[in-house]
């Protein structure tokens, strides 16, 4: 396999666990920021999509799988309800790559009962926007940190 490949499937597959995965192996790669912002939304929305589908069965799964028994009423369960009440899908999508993963942003909205097309289009803009910034600033300004 090319080095360039390489290259390329790791900055998708780190966008597709954590969204600024992607834009700081692109720094670390040396790609142009075009190339990472697309493999990095590429790697959010393959991220939304098999979660979307999967929906409530892969958050009982994961939730079985690794976590313990889940209470109903916890300080982040309150916060998620707050931030989706005060936000709604629009608000998630926008900061799922801030301050959530691709699966942990794609779950929460699914748990709450929201289609998967509305899901996938919020998340779609969501990606090219962060990416675009991501990508550029990482490009641009990350060679001085």
């Known amino acids: 396999m090319p080095v360039s490949l390489v290259k390329y499937f790791t900055v998708y597959l780190l966008s597709t666990l954590k969204f600024i995965g992607g834009p700081a192996s692109g720094l ?85 009962g929201e289609s998967k097309g509305r899901i996938w289009g919020y998340m779609f803009v969501s990606a090219v926007f962060w990416g675009v910034v991501f990508s550029f600033a990482m490009t641009r300004f990350g060679k001085f940190w």
């Open 28 to 112: 670390v790669f040396g790609m142009n920021w075009p190339e990472t912002a697309l493999l990095t939304i590429a790697g959010m929305m393959t991220s939304v999509v098999v979660f979307s589908m999967l929906g409530k069965k892969a958050k009982q799964w994961i939730s079985h799988r690794f976590g313990k028994k889940e209470k109903l009423f916890t300080r982040a369960n309150r916060r998620k309800v707050n931030i989706w009440r005060k936000y709604g899908l629009a608000g998630v999508a926008f900061l799922t790559p801030v301050f959530l993963t691709p699966i942990g942003g794609t779950l929460l909205a699914s748990s709450f």
